[in-house]
């Protein structure tokens, strides 16, 4: 008859909650780690809840406002540190260059608390860039923030934003 005397039993008993961290990189953007190790167990019919920040549900998000340099955004949900947004209808007021004949490219935000921002870029004597956080390009959008989308303004005169300045490749002053 056979003897259980040294057997050993190892079951999982239950999920359990890990707080969302950052992975790093294997170098080829397909594969990530987390220090620590294995986060998972890999029984089947549990499957990891992944929750990267961005949007969720919502298109064509940025258009032309009512008055000078107002742009609306439309109703969207969107991820952030891992919570849900569901972000209403509003409009945002954007920054023009101080000086008249610069480039300037102003990003729109979603910050992880569901609000929305303008974060403005340095602005450039002659072109646009398409650098972060280079003269005349696009500004580094905060830490755990979603981008919506960019305007691109070449006037530092209020005007109203063209109605198609939402729509790629930003072609708009």
């Known amino acids: 008859m056979p003897s259980a005397s040294n057997a050993k039993v190892e079951?999982?008993?239950?999920?359990?909650?890990?707080?969302?961290a950052a992975m790093t990189d294997s170098g080829d953007h397909q594969y990530f780690t987390i220090s620590g190790g294995t986060v998972w167990s890999g029984k089947s019919g549990f499957t990891p809840d992944v929750r990267p920040n961005g949007i969720v549900s919502g298109r064509n998000l940025l258009s032309a406002g009512t008055t000078n340099d107002t742009v609306r955004i439309a109703a969207f949900t969107a991820y952030a540190l891992g919570s849900l947004n569901t972000v209403t209808a509003t409009s945002a007021t954007i920054g023009r260059p101080t000086t008249a004949g610069?480039?300037?490219?102003?990003?729109?935000?979603?910050?992880?608390?569901?609000?929305?921002?303008?974060?403005?870029?340095?602005?450039h004597a002659s072109a646009f860039s398409e650098t972060r956080d280079a003269?005349?390009?696009?500004?580094?959008?905060?830490?755990?923030?979603?981008?919506?989308?960019q305007i691109r303004t070449t006037s530092s005169t209020a005007a109203a934003i063209?109605?198609?300045c939402c729509a790629i490749p930003w072609p708009w002053t």
């Open 102 to 123: 610069y480039y300037q490219i102003n990003s729109i935000t979603m910050a992880s608390d569901g609000s929305i921002a303008v974060v403005a870029g340095t602005s």
């Open 11 to 20: 079951i999982e008993l239950g999920q359990q909650y890990h707080a969302m």
């Open 162 to 164: 063209p109605k198609w």
């Open 135 to 149: 003269s005349g390009g696009p500004p580094y959008i905060p830490v755990n923030s979603v981008e919506l989308g």
